[in-house]
Nanobody
């Protein structure tokens, strides 16, 4: 049985930093690409950053490029999102996701429960 547990969210002032993490239990991390999505108040859930199964091809949406860093520790089945220079518009519920990319895992998608990040003075 796959379990996904997010941690590290909370409140931070504008310009501050926060790192959130996500542990996937029950999957082989190297067989999954992983990503962080977020859903702000009154908005749809959108992709923030993604990383390949090998952990060597990060991708960021323009609004977080240069401020956020996604990383993956496949040995620990853990996904991280380091967020620097946070802005009020980064306030959202952040969701981690793992999507299977191999022949045996393709079609498998697992989501975290979501974690609140609030940026305000």
């Amino acid at each position: 049985q796959v379990q996904v547990v997010e941690s590290g969210g909370g409140w931070v002032q504008p310009g501050g930093s926060l790192t959130i993490s996500c542990v996937f239990s029950g999957i082989y991390g190297s067989s999954y690409s992983m990503s962080w999505d977020r859903q702000g108040p009154g908005k749809e859930r959108d992709l923030v950053a993604s990383v390949s199964a090998g952990g060597d091809l990060p991708h960021y949406v323009d609004v977080v490029e240069g401020r956020f860093t996604i990383s993956k520790d496949s040995a620990k089945n853990t996904l991280y999102l380091q967020m620097n220079n946070l802005k009020p518009e980064d306030t959202a519920v952040y969701y981690c996701k793992a999507a299977g990319v191999t022949r045996s895992t393709r079609g498998n998608t697992y989501w975290g429960q979501g974690i609140q990040v609030t940026v305000s003075a």
